[in-house]
């Protein structure tokens, strides 16, 4: 009895998965950079407290070249979490870690030593039931506000009522506003590319469909404040009023 009041509890290790950006370098890295930096400027914070997974994949460079443009990220306050798609011998105690595309996960306990002190072997995992089916939709009722961001990666997201300005929608499938748009609206991020964006009147900051993007800038002027929906026809973005 007292061994076992004086063990200490074992650790509890927990997994997650979080949403974060995914972001794709391309040669020649400066003009790559440059067209981030551009983006950034026309979406205010688009980057601020975000966290970001780089993707380099498919890319024949160095350990020096990953460091340098990792450094160049960190001081546009471009947060790298991780790196998907590098080599081992990429990778260096002062770069971020190796992530791969993952799935949550149960609870995971550390193992509890035993009598003689060696830590036991835990026991196989009991078979866990089929998770419940997730929702293909979401409807907000009430308008998404400054500041906020809301995110359903499962499926569409139907608001009944408007986007502010520096609020954000990120929706795996479609996005439908029954409202005014003024915020960032990014659609079929889980790599749907025929989702579609549909909005009541369009102001928006930004808008995305499966990583390619518009800002207001691009928009064309007689669309502004029209009822339009937006969708991509292979790499191109298409955009077409309602009315």
């Known amino acids: 009895m007292t061994n076992v009041l004086t063990q200490p509890r074992p650790i509890r290790l927990k997994g997650r998965s979080f949403l974060a950006l995914a972001l794709t370098p391309e040669f020649p ?6 067209r981030l930096d551009d983006l950034a400027s026309r979406s205010a914070g688009f980057f ?3 966290p970001a997974v780089l993707d380099v994949s498919g890319l024949e460079i160095d350990r020096a070249q990953l460091r340098d443009l990792v450094g160049k990220l960190g001081a546009r306050n471009v947060r790298i979490m991780g790196i998907e798609g590098a080599r081992p011998s990429m990778l260096s105690p002062d770069l971020p870690p190796a992530l791969s595309d993952g799935r949550a996960t149960a609870d995971i306990e550390e193992p509890a030593p035993d009598e003689t002190g060696k830590t036991a072997a835990p026991p196989p995992p009991p078979a866990a039931p089929p998770p ?17 961001s809301l995110i359903f990666t499962e499926g569409d997201v139907t608001i009944i009522g408007s986007v502010a300005s520096g609020a954000e ?15 960032r609206a990014l659609a079929g991020t889980m ?18 469909i499966d990583g390619f993007y518009k800002t207001a800038e691009d928009l064309e002027p007689e669309l502004h404040g029209k009822a339009v929906q937006l969708w991509l026809e292979g790499d191109t973005f298409k955009v077409g009023s309602l009315a």
């Open 169 to 183: 929608v990120i929706a795996g499938g479609s996005i439908h506003v029954y409202g005014t748009l003024r915020g």
């Open 29 to 34: 890295f400066e003009d790559w950079l440059v």
């Open 132 to 148: 419940p089916k997730a929702p293909s939709s979401l409807v907000v009722t009430q308008p998404v506000r400054s500041g906020q």
């Open 191 to 208: 790599g749907n590319a025929s989702a579609r964006i549909f909005c009541r009147k369009l102001e928006a900051e930004l808008v995305a």
């Open 48 to 50: 601020m407290r975000r």
